[in-house]
Structure formats: C-alpha cells, structure tokens
C-alpha cells in the first residue's frame, strides 16, 4: 500500500482529516465504476437513487468486494484509527463501514445540506471537471460551483461558519458523522465529478463522549 498523505485541519470546532486515496485505488474504482456505468443491469442492481437527498445522475453503492480489492477499506480504516490516536489519544478496536457510495454529478445538479449516519463519515473525489464554471458577472471573485462546503454552528467574529473545499482528484475529507454538508452545482462543462463517501462506526465507549 502506498505511503499515506494526510493532516488535520480545523477551520472551526469539529475536527476533520485531510488525506490522499492512493492513485492506484482511484484508478481502480474509476474503473469499477465506468464499467458499472455500461453494464445496465448491474448498474440498475446497485442504484442508490432512491436514498439521494439531492439531484445529481446517479449514485452506486461499492460492494464489499471491490473494497477490498481496491484497497479503499484499509485506506479508511487506516486514516480513522490514526485521526483517532491523534485527536483524543484513543486506541479504536472496532471499524466497521456500513455503507460506502459513489455520487456521479453533471451541470446544474447539487447535494442539499445534509448530514450521515454512523459515528465518522467522509467525502473525496474520484474525477473532476476541467472547469466548474466562473461567476456571471464578478468573474474575479472565488467560484464555489462544484466545492464541497462544510457547515457547523453559526457565524460569529472571528468565527467563520463555513469552510468550502474544491475537488481535486484523490483528495478525501474525513469528518463527523454530523457535520453538516453540502454540494454546490457546477456549470459550463459535460464532464463528470465524481465523488465517493463512507458512514462507518467505531468504538461507542470512544465516540460517545458521555458514557
């Protein structure tokens, strides 16, 4: 397994882990995913459409075999067992992803404000667009199309809110299962953003602050 890269970052109170899926798992979901896409029955089997919070193409479920194979359960289980250690110095014995899905979105589709279950979740990128698009008329200020924006609390001096992060191939943000979340829509290009997301649970005795 590739070497990982990862830090911590914390724009605001919640805690959340930057780090980069290895290029061989990318590579090898990308192309789990692009022959789903042409094999209707199958892509049909594993549509997750029906559970989507917000408008975007498609949405596929990730078997447990590719998971494995890809290396992407390691790569999760990995990076959470050392976020862990690092935040509350905390030995985790249990990981176990409930769910782990891919979200293809096109031009003028979105992902509302939301949150996961479970006790971590995360969000990364698998392909992006060569262009998400400019503003209509202030074509200096920052474009958010395309970004992943984090949300908790409200805004206070010297307290932002919100932080947006845009996609780069291989990038993953690993974040509390309640830390609020939304996906912007794009404009300006066919191509295709490709995101990939993950509920797991871990430790109730480490992620339940209160026992």
Same mark, same amino acid.
């Given at each position: 397994?590739?070497?990982?890269?990862?830090?911590?970052?914390?724009?605001? #109170?919640?805690?959340?882990?930057?780090?980069?899926?290895?290029?061989?798992?990318?590579?090898?979901?990308?192309?789990?995913?692009?022959?789903?896409? /042409?094999?209707?029955? +199958?892509?049909?089997?594993?549509?997750? #459409?029906?559970?989507?919070?917000?408008?975007?193409?498609?949405?596929?479920?990730?078997?447990?075999?590719?998971?494995?194979?890809?290396?992407? !359960?390691?790569?999760? /289980?990995?990076?959470?067992?050392?976020?862990?250690?690092?935040?509350?110095? +905390?030995?985790?014995?249990?990981?176990?992803?409930?769910?782990?899905?891919? &979200?293809?979105?096109?031009?003028?589709?979105?992902?509302?404000?939301?949150?996961?279950? #479970?006790?971590?979740?995360? /969000?990364?990128?698998?392909? &992006?667009?060569?262009?998400? !698009?400019?503003?209509?008329q202030k074509k200096d200020k920052d474009y958010? !199309?395309?970004?992943?924006?984090?949300?908790?609390?409200?805004?206070?001096?010297?307290?932002?809110?919100?932080?947006?992060?845009?996609?780069?191939?291989?990038?993953?943000?690993?974040?509390?299962?309640?830390?609020?979340?939304?996906?912007?829509?794009?404009?300006?290009?066919?191509?295709?953003?490709?995101?990939?997301?993950?509920? /797991?649970?871990?430790d109730d005795s480490v992620y339940d602050i209160y026992s």
């Open positions: 397994m590739e070497k990982l890269e990862m830090k911590l970052v914390r724009p605001f #109170g919640p805690s959340v882990l930057h780090a980069k899926i290895p290029v061989n798992t990318v590579e090898m979901l990308n192309k789990y995913i692009d022959d789903i896409v /042409a094999d209707k029955k +199958k892509s049909s089997k594993l549509d997750h #459409g029906h559970q989507l919070v917000g408008d975007v193409t498609q949405e596929f479920m990730l078997e447990p075999e590719i998971m494995e194979k890809s290396g992407w !359960g390691q790569f999760l /289980a990995s990076c959470v067992t050392r976020w862990v250690e690092w935040e509350l110095k +905390k030995k985790i014995s249990k990981f176990k992803i409930m769910t782990s899905w891919v &979200v293809r979105q096109f031009e003028n589709e979105y992902n509302p404000t939301h949150w996961h279950n #479970g006790h971590i979740s995360g /969000a990364g990128f698998l392909k &992006v667009p060569s262009t998400f !698009g400019k503003h209509v958010h !199309g395309g970004s992943l924006q984090l949300i908790n609390g409200t805004r206070h001096f010297m307290s932002p809110s919100t932080v947006s992060l845009k996609p780069k191939v291989g990038d993953f943000y690993f974040f509390p299962n309640y830390l609020m979340h939304t996906v912007y829509p794009f404009k300006d290009t066919k191509e295709e953003r490709r995101s990939i997301s993950f509920n /797991a649970q871990i």
